[in-house]
C-alpha cells in the first residue's frame, strides 16, 4: 500500500510537502489551489518507472491529464531547479509476499548461492528466523534536472529506502552511459548485521556473532557486501585494499549501465561494470585473499568451483535492493485506477470495448466495460445491492442485463421463416440460430416507475456515481483515485459514499480487495462527515445494523493552500471519537455556519 509520497519543485509545490497516506486520504481546499498536484506526480512517476518518459504530455492514465512536459511542471518553470518524487510502500499486509515483483525474474528466485552467501532477501524474512531482516517499509526517490546542454530533461539520480533510511542511489550526468552506485549506506541494518550460518555445527558461531556487542559490522570491510563490492568492482580493483578509506562509503562505488540516465531499465536485470573472469589473471590466488566468514566454508567450496556464481550473486543482491522497490512500486502504479472528474454517459446501444483499457477509467467507460463483461454477474449484484438497498444508496434504480440475437435479412434463418418451417427443418435452425452474434445491453430498472431505461435516459447523477461504484467494488486491489465523486449527487447519496468507501478498505465480503486504498480530492463536507460519525460510533459502540466503522488511522485529511512559499498541504487530525484536533482554515465549510446563524 501507498503510505507516503514527497513532492519537491512540482508544480506548485516548492519546498518539500510530505503526505503520510491512510487508506482513506482525503484532500480538500479551494478551486485552482493545487489539489491535483499529488496525482498528477503519481501519473508522472508512472511514466517514468514504466516508460523511462521524464519529458511526457499526455499519460498512460487517459482522460485529460495533460502534464505538459518538464518545463511546465517544474516549480515556477525554472529550469534550474530539480523536481523530486519520492513514495513509500508499506509492505506489511501483503498476504502473498512471495509474489510480489521485486526481482528480474518476477518473483522471488529459488534457493542459490546468492541466497546462501548474502541473506539479505529482505523479502523472505516475514514469520521466519530472518524476521529481523523483513522490511515493512520501502521507499524509492527520483530525481529529475534539466540538461543545458541537451536541452531536455533526465533522471539525475534514483535512490533507494528501506525502512526509511537510505540503502544505496545510482547518479548519472545528462551524457550517455556514466552513471554510478554509491552512497551505500553500510551501516543499514540489512548490510551490517552478520549473516545467518548456512553450513550445519554452525550455531554456536551464529549465537556468537549474533550478540549485539559484536555481531554489527564496524567498516563496510566487515560486511559481505563490502567485501564483494571491493573485490569484484572495476572501479576498486585497481586499487590496493589499503589505499582505501573504509569508513566512507562513497568510496564503494559501482559502474552501471543504464540508456540514457541514472535510472536503469526495471525489466531488465541490473547491468553492473564488475571484473570478467577472464581478466583475472591467478583466480586461486584471488580468492584466497577473500576474506570470509568461519561458517561460510560450505560457501567458499563452491566459489572456488565456479567464480561466476560470486559475479551472479552480486548482480542479483544488488539488482534486488536497487530495483526492486522500483518494481513494486511499478506493479502499484500500474494497477491504480485513476476516475476523472467528469464521468461519460454511455450512448444508447453502447458497445464495450472486448480489452481491456486502463485508460478508459479516466472517464468512466471502463466501469461499462467491465459491467458487459460476461463474468461479472457477481459484480452487478454488488453494484445493484448499493444501488437499491434502503441503507445504502436507495436510488430506486438496479441494473438490467440482457442479450439478444441478431437475425441478418436477408440469410439463411430469415428464408426458413420466410418459405415456413417444418419437422426437418429444426436441426438447421438450432445450427443457425446458435452461431448468431448476440448483442448484450445493460439498462436501468426505474422501480419508481415500473419502466427499463438507458444510462443516457435518467439523471446525470445516477451515470455520474455509477463509475464510482464500480471502481470501488471491483476485483483486485491497489489505489484508487478518484475526482470530487461529489459532481452532481444529492446530498444524501453523498453521504452514502462514505460508507462505500469504507467498505472498499476493510469488507469483510470484499476479501478479493484486501489491500484498496482510496486518494480522493473533494470540496464534499457530507462525505467527511459519514466518515467523523464511522470513526464515532465505533469507539462508542454504537454502529448501526451493517455498518462498518473506522479507526481514526483509516482516514487523512489534508487542507491544500497557496502560500507565498507555495502550495503547503496541511493535515488535519482526527481523535478516536471522530472529532477534528486541528481546525479548518478560515473559509473552509464557514459557508455553512455563516447560513445557519
Aim: proline fraction near 5%.
Amino acid at each position: 500500500r501507498l503510505c507516503a509520497i514527497e513532492l519537491e519543485n512540482f508544480k506548485g509545490i516548492s519546498t518539500r510537502q510530505r503526505l503520510e497516506l491512510s487508506p482513506i486520504t482525503l484532500l480538500f481546499g479551494p478551486n485552482s489551489v493545487g489539489k491535483s498536484t499529488v496525482l498528477q506526480a503519481l501519473h508522472y512517476l508512472r511514466e517514468i518507472l514504466e516508460r523511462q518518459n521524464v519529458n511526457p504530455d499526455k499519460t498512460v492514465a487517459g482522460g485529460g491529464i495533460d502534464l505538459g512536459g518538464f518545463q511546465n511542471m517544474v516549480h515556477n518553470h525554472e529550469l534550474s531547479r530539480s523536481i523530486r518524487i519520492k513514495v513509500e510502500m508499506d509492505l506489511t499486509g501483503v498476504y502473498d509476499i512471495e509474489h510480489l515483483k521485486h526481482n528480474y525474474y518476477g518473483y522471488i528466485t529459488g534457493e542459490d548461492d546468492f541466497g546462501e552467501l548474502f541473506h539479505t532477501r529482505y523479502l523472505m524474512g516475514a514469520f521466519s528466523v530472518m524476521e529481523p531482516k523483513f522490511v515493512k517499509i520501502i521507499g524509492i526517490e527520483v530525481e529529475i534536472s534539466w540538461s543545458e546542454l541537451f536541452e531536455n530533461p533526465y533522471v539525475s539520480k534514483y535512490t533507494v529506502f528501506m525502512d526509511q533510511e537510505k540503502i544505496a542511489s545510482i547518479q548519472s550526468p545528462p551524457q550517455k552511459g556514466r552513471a554510478q552506485l554509491g552512497e551505500i549506506n553500510f551501516a543499514h541494518p540489512l548490510i551490517s548485521v552478520f549473516e545467518e550460518p548456512t553450513g550445519e555445527g554452525d550455531s554456536d558461531q551464529w549465537e556468537k556473532e549474533t550478540n549485539p556487542e559484536i555481531s554489527i559490522a564496524e567498516t563496510p570491510q566487515e560486511t559481505e557486501l563490502g567485501k564483494e563490492l571491493q573485490a569484484l568492482s572495476l572501479q576498486m580493483a585497481s586499487i590496493p585494499p589499503e589505499s582505501f578509506n573504509i569508513d566512507d562509503g562513497i568510496w564503494y562505488t559501482v559502474g552501471v549501465s543504464t540508456e540514457f540516465d541514472a535510472l536503469p531499465e526495471i525489466r531488465k536485470m541490473l547491468d553492473l561494470e564488475l571484473l570478467d573472469d577472464s581478466s583475472i589473471a591467478d583466480k586461486d590466488e584471488f580468492l584466497a585473499e577473500m576474506e570470509l566468514a568461519p561458517y561460510h566454508k560450505s560457501i567458499q567450496e563452491k566459489l572456488e568451483d565456479n567464480y561466476d556464481s560470486r559475479r551472479l550473486s552480486l548482480t542479483r543482491l544488488l539488482d534486488e535492493l536497487m530495483l526492486g522497490p522500483a518494481r513494486i512500486a511499478l506493479d502499484y502504479l500500474e494497477s491504480m485506477t485513476y476516475l476523472g472528474p467528469i464521468r461519460a454517459i454511455p450512448k444508447r446501444n453502447y458497445q464495450p470495448k472486448l480489452s481491456p483499457d486502463s485508460s478508459r477509467w479516466a472517464d468512466g467507460l471502463a466501469a461499462w466495460d467491465l459491467l458487459y463483461a460476461g463474468s461479472n454477474d457477481k459484480l452487478i449484484i454488488q453494484v445493484n445491492s448499493w444501488l437499491f438497498d434502503e441503507n445504502r444508496l436507495n436510488t430506486g434504480y438496479q441494473l438490467e442485463k440482457s442479450g439478444n440475437k441478431i437475425i441478418p435479412v436477408p440469410g439463411h434463418f430469415h428464408q426458413l421463416f420466410e418459405r415456413g418451417l417444418d419437422e426437418d427443418d429444426l436441426g438447421v435452425l438450432q445450427e443457425l440460430y446458435n452461431n448468431l452474434p448476440t448483442t448484450k445491453k445493460i439498462a436501468l430498472r426505474d422501480f419508481h416507475k415500473g419502466v427499463l431505461v438507458e444510462p443516457i435516459e435518467v439523471g446525470v447523477g445516477i451515470s455520474q456515481m455509477l463509475p464510482i461504484i464500480v471502481a470501488c467494488l471491483k476485483s483486485g486491489d491497489g489505489l484508487r483515485i478518484i475526482e470530487q465523486p461529489e459532481l452532481h449527487i444529492h446530498p444524501a447519496l453523498q453521504v452514502s459514499l462514505g460508507d462505500l468507501f469504507i467498505e472498499t478498505i476493510q469488507s469483510e465480503d470484499n476479501p478479493e480487495n484486501p489491500l484498496s486504498s482510496l486518494l480522493i480530492e473533494t470540496h464534499s463536507e457530507y462525505i467527511i462527515l459519514r466518515l467523523l460519525r464511522r470513526i464515532r460510533e465505533k469507539f462508542e459502540d454504537e454502529l448501526p445494523g451493517n455498518a462498518i466503522g473506522l479507526d481514526p488511522s483509516d482516514v487523512s485529511v489534508y487542507y491544500v493552500q497557496d502560500t507565498a512559499k507555495g502550495v503547503n498541504f496541511k493535515k488535519l487530525r482526527i481523535d478516536e471519537e471522530g472529532e477534528f484536533i486541528d481546525r479548518w482554515p478560515k473559509g473552509f465549510f464557514d459557508e455553512r455556519a455563516a447560513e445557519l446563524f
